[in-house]
């Protein structure tokens, strides 16, 4: 890296000592540096983009041959085209490789990609001998999009390898390494025919190589989620990241300590400050060059991420106790970062300027954290609030909730699309017409985005949108952990979520570089929707599938014909049960109501075991437990009766003899009524 930035120096000095020689840049690869599938590719093309970025002091040359291979043994060796001899002849000061992208063909990986590396090497060599001094940037490769025809068949696969391997070039010869991948796989659009970015992708490449060989990232820079009144993560080392020209010293200055760091090649920096104490108010600085960024009323205490779609985005002042809430709700030791949409998915047709804007990531408001006061609570999650002031109350720390829920969502929306192309590719292809994905999703966003005639026009409901929009942006901002209330838009296909959630809980644990980070969900209420006992069942059973989950039941709160049920406080404080308890060691709080343990059959009866099963009981003073039901090998189920014998549930039924399955509370609507000491109550499910 010094090597690197010495460079950056000296062309720095040469221009200010206003030197006459151009300085080469040699843009070498294949078609996508040629500017294949870029319109009028002769202006558009990045190599030409490119030289208008970097001015006159500069001579850009595109030596991109369509279809070249690294490997010298592939079907179009770069180095047997007459554009690697034309290259070479140009004797580039700067040579930018962007090769591989071909490599993945069926043709060439699978049978030598033990030569890629010492091929690459080679190649780099060649440059040198033609211009010792040639300083290198070689590009991780651009995104194949999930709808290449061999995506599945290899080049998926193929193309991860290759990345590695470029990487290991990379460190191998102690140069530098631009990423050509990361900052345009977010926008699948880019690539209109599979392969090729058009000509936005072209500018976005052309950006990515002017930084790379200049430096400059726009000064200092932080993720939009650092404001004044902030909560940073307490009690743990504390990781602060962003952006500042390659080579600048970075110092970050809060509560008593002082970290510095140097921007790398890439603009990055992160200072690790050991933990900080709850309290405040402190003042965070951030400061490099000649520019500061200055937080005040910063507090550290406990922070949480409150997501999924409109249950957690109901807000407080809709809320059944909403008048007594409100009134209530001043505390300056919780701050909100209230995330809302634009534009809500309501049953409209969008115009022109707002289609744009959602290919662009561009949902979201612009927000800033805030106290927490009658007029901050009254509009913000109704669970959230109610989640974070249990928190506050019990911890006596500051607590920080960042909400982005968005009414309707799908839990792919959620979903990092590196996770989707690995895990599930199926639902990424032909969204609006996959039936992986619910009707009324699709129905939905078919009806937002009708005046769109662009064939990749984007939608908050389509796959990995949402991650993309509202959890990228976040950019690791330090949080303990995350509240979710989702899946009313995938109750359809109970297999199809559970391995969405899996794969939703996934990749934010390794977003957040946490793979213990807790998750804590609502299991969905009550309502006339013949999928849901058993979507609720399927709810109950991750939470033993994934490590560190809890899941709040909220049926006794449901409503028969509005699937947005008003009494939130009680869901909000059984998540903040299951944190209490879990997270943070409060072993007397009960998590949750009774949970299904086990169950043997002796004599025609079904004995019933649970966890939380202390003080086992009917709600509300009843005198008989409601809707249990007993099955035999015929699999026909009858109501039962059942009783209360200490930490036991004790089923019956004369119509079934010899029982083999019992279930309970497996009603869209239910009357469940089983309650233990706590008044939490019991989760549907079935023995099977």
């Not at 534009?343 to 927490?372: G, I, K, M």
């Not at 982005?404 to 699309?417: D, F, I, K, M």
């Not at 930490?647 to 039924?653: D, E, G, H, L, P």
Request: charged fraction near 20%; proline fraction near 5%.
């Amino acid at each position: 890296m010094k090597k690197i930035l010495s460079l950056m120096l000296l062309v720095a000095c040469c221009l200010m000592a206003g030197a006459q020689e151009k300085i080469k840049v040699a843009c070498v690869g294949n078609s996508i540096t040629y500017g294949s599938g870029v319109a009028k590719r002769e202006v558009n093309a990045y190599p030409v983009k490119l030289q208008g970025m970097l001015g006159d002091a500069y001579e850009v040359g595109n030596f991109g041959k369509p279809g070249a291979t690294l490997l010298n043994k592939g079907h179009r060796p770069y180095t047997q085209q007459q554009e690697y001899k034309d290259a070479l002849a140009f004797a580039g000061d700067i040579v930018v490789i962007h090769l591989g992208i071909n490599d993945t063909d069926p043709r060439n990986w699978p049978n030598y990609q033990d030569e890629f590396i010492e091929d690459y090497r080679a190649l780099i060599q060649s440059f040198r001998q033609v211009n010792p001094k040639a300083r290198f940037l070689i590009a991780r490769m651009t995104p194949l999009s999930d709808r290449h025809w061999r995506y599945e068949s290899g080049t998926r696969d193929w193309h991860e390898e290759i990345q590695q391997a470029i990487a290991c070039v990379a460190k191998a010869e102690g140069i530098q390494m631009i990423n050509f991948f990361e900052p345009l796989h977010p926008y699948p659009y880019i690539l209109e025919d599979n392969i090729h970015p058009n000509a936005e992708g072209a500018h976005m490449l052309a950006e990515i190589v002017y930084k790379g060989i200049t430096g400059n990232y726009g000064g200092l820079q932080m993720s939009p989620i650092y404001t004044d009144n902030m909560v940073l993560q307490y009690g743990r080392p504390l990781t602060i990241q962003g952006l500042a020209n390659a080579g600048e010293q970075v110092t970050v200055s809060v509560a008593g300590q002082k970290r510095r760091a140097t921007a790398d090649t890439d603009g990055k920096w992160a200072v690790t400050l050991s933990p900080l104490k709850a309290g405040g108010p402190y003042t965070l600085q951030v400061a490099a060059g000649k520019k500061e960024l200055v937080y005040k009323n910063v507090l550290a205490g406990e922070v949480w991420l409150c997501s999924g779609q409109s249950n957690m985005e109901f807000m407080l002042n809709q809320s059944a106790t909403a008048r007594e809430d409100i009134p209530q709700a001043n505390n300056d030791k919780i701050r909100l970062y209230d995330m809302k949409a634009r534009w809500r998915t309501n049953p409209v047709e969008w115009d022109a300027s707002v289609l744009d804007s959602l290919n662009h990531l561009q949902y979201f408001h612009d927000t800033q954290w805030a106290e927490c006061t009658s007029q901050t609570a009254a509009r913000f999650s109704a669970i959230a609030y109610h989640f974070g002031k249990m928190l506050q109350d019990s911890l006596q720390v500051p607590v920080g909730l960042i909400c982005n829920a968005v009414g309707g969502s799908p839990t792919e929306a959620w979903v990092s699309r590196r996770m989707l192309e690995f895990q599930f590719p199926a639902i990424l292809r032909n969204w609006t017409q996959n039936d992986f994905i619910q009707d009324w999703v699709r129905g939905r966003a078919a009806q937002n985005v009708r005046k769109s005639t662009y064939k990749f026009q984007r939608h908050p409901y389509e796959p990995c949108y949402l991650y993309e929009s509202a959890i990228l942006p976040l950019e690791q901002f330090p949080i303990r952990g995350v509240i979710w209330y989702q899946g009313e838009s995938n109750a359809h296909n109970v297999d199809a979520h559970e391995a969405l959630f899996t794969q939703l809980v996934d990749s934010w644990r390794q977003y957040w570089n946490d793979a213990e980070m807790p998750f804590y969900y609502v299991q969905l209420s009550s309502l006339n929707r013949p999928s849901w006992p058993i979507f609720r069942d399927s709810q109950r059973r991750l939470m033993h599938s994934i490590s560190n989950t809890g899941m709040a039941v909220s049926t006794d709160k449901g409503n028969l014909t509005d699937v947005h049920p008003t009494e939130k406080r009680e869901v909000g404080q059984r998540l903040a049960f299951w944190a209490l308890n879990d997270t943070y060691g409060f072993r007397h709080v009960v998590p949750s109501g009774p949970l299904y343990k086990g169950v043997e059959f002796k004599k025609g009866i079904a004995y019933v075991s649970f966890h939380h099963a202390e003080g086992m009981r009917p709600a509300g003073g009843g005198e008989e437990l409601l809707t249990f039901e007993l099955a035999g090998e015929d699999r026909r189920f009858f109501p039962a009766k059942a009783v209360v014998e200490g930490n036991i549930v004790k089923v019956s039924c004369p119509q079934v003899k010899n029982p083999t399955i019992v279930r309970y509370g497996w009603q869209p609507f239910t009357k469940a009524n089983l309650v233990n000491a706590a008044g939490l109550p019991a989760s549907t499910f079935r023995s099977e």
